[in-house]
């Protein structure tokens, strides 16, 4: 699905922004799948660039990118998925993975938005493990060795 043109996709501070961002994080994953708060406040936000989803003019979704160039945190409030919030959100964030310095991009997808992931050219690797009691895969995207710096 086409995303919506009233549809902003920006990189905020988690100085500024980080009660914004842990709300929509704690709805979705707090509430809704059930994560202790505890595992999704890791400690690395400060050092993270975050992407925030806003919609008509209201945060709807957001997701993190790592300085190693993890993705993670990646999600969109319940009632405004299926409008390709998460897709931007995403695109977003690895355009933003693919300046940095590093060889891979990786991050741990839950078992419905695998396919989302693979279509920008990220390859499962190895099994599918447990985290915060959700089956998940690793995926990874591999820089081309011409685009290597």
Same mark, same amino acid.
């Given at each position: ?46 050092? /993270?660039?975050?992407?925030? &989803?806003? *919609?008509?003019?209201?945060? %709807? @979704?957001?997701?993190? +990118? ?46 419905? /938005?695998?396919?989302?992931? &693979?279509? *920008?050219?990220?390859?499962? %690797? @190895?099994?599918?493990? +447990? ?19």
């Amino acid at each position: 699905m086409t995303p919506s043109p009233s549809l902003q996709v920006i990189s905020v501070p988690w100085e500024t922004h980080g009660a914004s961002l842990l709300q929509i994080r704690h709805r979705v994953f707090t509430e809704e799948q059930h994560v202790d708060p505890e595992l999704d406040e890791d400690g690395r936000d400060p050092e /993270a660039l975050h992407a925030l &989803a806003v *919609f008509d003019g209201r945060p %709807v @979704g957001c997701g993190r +990118l790592l300085p190693e160039g993890r993705i993670g945190r990646l999600c969109v409030l319940p009632e405004f998925r299926r409008r390709g919030i998460g897709t931007a959100l995403f695109a977003f964030l690895f355009e933003k993975a693919r300046v940095l310095p590093v060889r891979r991009v990786v991050l741990h997808a839950q078992l419905h /938005a695998v396919d989302l992931y &693979a279509r *920008f050219g990220f390859q499962v %690797v @190895g099994e599918p493990f +447990l985290d915060a009691g959700i089956v998940h895969r690793e995926m990874i995207w591999e820089r081309p060795v011409e685009e290597e710096t």
